[in-house]
């Protein structure tokens, strides 16, 4: 509770988010935030809207709030939430020890070598608002001295695996990332970097029982992103 109030406070200096009001522990560790109307993103997809519009706000949104929050990039940290993810998916022995041997080729490229940020951390298309702008929700896994692209890999995979057509699927991810990076140059790392987040991505909703009849689906799209280290 304490922790999201004061990120909530942190990162309004670059982003909108809802106001933080008032904390009180003693009704279950309440978190009170000013209302913001406007639908999710995820709402306006099931509904069958453009996410062009939304998706562009989104992608200055983060890089407001990562630009402004630059800082060395600790990315053991990144390795040991992956391991965690892994770990909640209870993988059989030999499929856990080819998702490790893939980890061990990205943690020795050098694809991952930059600044690391504070990044929103659940980059879900639940924790957006549209209203004409973008209102970012739910800072509670915010993390410093993280690698920016981790918000891109996770939200590109919830585009991924939402059902839809996957020319659309990525369609918006070239759209976010392209609206994120400020040169061709970014664009080309950037998306070079991607893969690796969004098996994250893919891992994190694999491990969800609601998502139990995709399962399959999402390992294999989690190994086949991680392998992308080997093009």
């Known amino acids: 509770m304490k922790n999201e109030f004061s990120r909530l406070r942190r990162v309004s200096g670059w982003i909108r988010v809802p106001h933080a009001i008032a904390t009180n522990s003693r009704f279950k560790s309440v978190l009170v935030t000013e209302y913001v109307p406007g639908p999710t993103l995820r709402e306006l997809l099931d509904a069958g809207a453009s996410l062009y519009n939304p998706l562009t706000g989104v992608a200055h949104l983060l890089r407001r709030l990562h630009d402004g929050t630059r800082t060395s990039c600790k990315r053991e940290r990144d390795f040991a939430y992956f391991h965690a993810i892994l770990d909640q998916n209870n993988l059989p022995g030999s499929r856990r020890?080819?998702?490790?041997?893939?980890?061990?080729?990205?943690?020795?490229?050098?694809?991952?070598?930059?600044?690391?940020?504070?990044?929103?951390?659940?980059?879900?298309?639940?924790?957006?608002?549209?209203?004409?702008?973008?209102?970012?929700?739910?800072?509670?896994?915010?993390?410093?001295?993280?690698?920016?692209?981790?918000?891109?890999?996770?939200?590109?995979?919830?585009?991924?695996a939402s059902g839809g057509s996957i020319s659309t699927a990525e369609d918006y991810i070239g759209h976010l990332l392209w609206h994120y990076s400020r040169s061709e140059e970014e664009f080309r790392h950037h998306t070079a970097v991607l893969p690796f987040f969004m098996a994250l991505g893919h891992l994190r909703i694999a491990r969800l029982p609601w998502r139990a009849a995709e399962r399959d689906w999402l390992l294999a799209e989690a190994e086949a992103c991680l392998g992308a280290i080997h093009r």
């Open 97 to 160: 020890k080819r998702f490790d041997r893939l980890l061990g080729a990205w943690w020795h490229s050098t694809r991952l070598d930059r600044e690391g940020c504070t990044v929103h951390g659940d980059a879900t298309l639940s924790n957006y608002l549209f209203d004409g702008g973008v209102c970012a929700i739910d800072f509670e896994g915010a993390r410093n001295h993280t690698h920016p692209v981790r918000d891109l890999g996770i939200l590109a995979a919830e585009l991924r």
